[in-house]
């Protein structure tokens, strides 16, 4: 049986995102991470991830974003605007899940005003989703994924993407144990129910693991943070 601080932050991570939702910013004294969350979640799906960071010193900024509602590139400048309002001396990291890589990825492919620090993606459809591929022959889940959702197959926004600028270090942590069997069979036998793990590798990573969690609460695995804090501390990828 899960502990229940365990189930407290699944309910956590499901709590939908809501119109007023702001930037949480923690200011610890310790060097920035700026975390973001899926399509169809909210800020509070970071925040065990968040917390986790915090009790470690660094300081932490979850930006909610309208995921389902806008394009990427909309939502790009949301979170530049955001991450602009904490930048200052110190290197920003970055700590993203799903979607959330997509958006990073895009923003860093141009020009930014900050010092860009390490980079971890917890599950990121980086060489396309499936799932996306699939939705074109349904209307209305199409609708259900947005515009930025709707982008990220195989064929879309993401061959425009450039490769990793080089001096960034980054690393992506995947998911393989599937909880959601409709999607199965669209996937490869290595998934985590919405993204197959191969499909999270790029070039240019200084990074790459699969931990035995799910695509929904991948944020809150153990190895998943512990791969996430080594890696900021120390820029060497922990295996």
Known sequence: MQPISQWRERLEILTPPFPWDRPLWQDRGGPPVVLLHGLWRGWRAMRPMARALEREGFST???????????IGELVARVREEVE??????????????????????LLAGEVPWKTGKVVMLAPPNQGSEIVDWSKDYPALRW???PAGSALGSDGILGEFPALPADIA???????????PFFRKLLDAENDGIVSAEKGRIDGLRGFS???A???????HPDAIRLSLGFLKTG????
């Open 210 to 212: 699969v931990v035995d």
């Open 170 to 180: 980054a690393a992506v942590i995947m998911g393989k144990r599937s909880s959601i």
């Open 85 to 106: 309002k904490v930048s200052g001396n110190q290197p920003i990291h970055f700590i993203t899940h799903s979607l959330g890589g997509i958006i990073v990825r895009s």
């Open 144 to 146: 259900v994924l947005g």
């Open 214 to 220: 799910d695509h929904t609460f991948i944020q809150m």
């Open 61 to 71: 900024l979850i930006i909610p974003y309208p995921s389902a509602r806008k394009s």
């Open 236 to 239: 060497a990828w922990p295996g």
